[in-house]
């Protein structure tokens, strides 16, 4: 089935670093990715939507200047979280699908998450 | 705008059945998905229904009604390892044909 990965795993960094998050689909073309984030105890809240070869789409109350969201490719999508603090600590999680639902497409699969720690 | 409602905690017993509640409201609907997270794992996929009726896989059903903004996922022959957090989200008919998750429920199974 497909497959998306997400690297890293895990990042603890100071306050003030910037952090990149990369999300891939192994098996399949995504010209549609999206960012979620997850604080504790709580559900995925979609970020942005990354749309290959051009802007991201964020929703409401997310900083785009703060979140850049750059879709290089048609399996690439990379989250860059800029002069990161510690209320930005969270678990950070990208999902992709290969078609539209509606459209003989499957249902979103999802990286394994970044857990992201700022001291 | 939309919301997305579930409950918060839920408890049962191993062997029995539950049944978590998702009720929504959305400018545009295009189904409807219950995905299982376990803590700090990504979701996966367990159902997705776009037509009003039951859908069944296994020990896992879920059930949709459009005209009431309302669905359910049902979980028969409780296991320990089916603890953990249901979401409910909806996809939207439009644009990028977002998922929008609703704010969960954690099942804690017992003995």
């Known amino acids: 089935g497909a497959v998306v990965s997400q690297h890293p795993s895990r990042v603890i960094c100071k306050s003030g670093t910037s952090v990149k998050i990369e999300c891939r689909s192994l098996d399949f073309q995504a010209t549609t990715m999206f960012w979620y984030r997850q604080f504790p105890k709580q559900s995925l809240m979609l970020m942005a939507t990354s749309n290959e070869g051009s802007k991201a789409t964020y929703e409401q109350g997310v900083e785009k200047d703060k979140f850049l969201i750059n879709h290089a490719s048609l399996t690439l999508s990379t989250l860059t979280v800029t002069s990161a603090h510690p209320e930005d600590s969270s678990f950070y999680i990208c999902?992709?699908?290969?078609?539209?639902?509606?459209?003989?497409?499957?249902?979103?699969?999802f990286g394994d998450g970044t857990r992201l720690s700022i001291l | 705008g939309q919301n997305i409602d579930q409950p918060t905690e839920m408890t049962a017993t191993e062997g029995a059945i539950v049944q978590i509640n998702c009720t929504y409201q959305?400018?545009?609907?295009?189904?409807l998905f219950w995905y299982q997270q376990h803590a700090g794992e990504a979701p996966t996929f367990l159902s997705y229904n776009v037509l009003d009726g039951l859908e069944e896989k296994g020990r896992f059903s879920s059930f949709l009604s459009r005209s009431k903004g309302y669905s359910y996922l049902l979980l028969k022959e409780l296991q320990m390892k089916d603890s953990a957090s249901y979401l409910c989200a909806v996809i939207r008919a439009t644009g990028f044909q977002k998922l929008v998750f609703g704010t969960g429920t954690r099942l804690l199974v017992s003995p």
């Open positions: 959305t400018s545009g609907f295009n189904g």
């Open positions: 999902s992709a699908r290969e078609k539209a639902v509606g459209q003989g497409g499957q249902p979103q699969h």
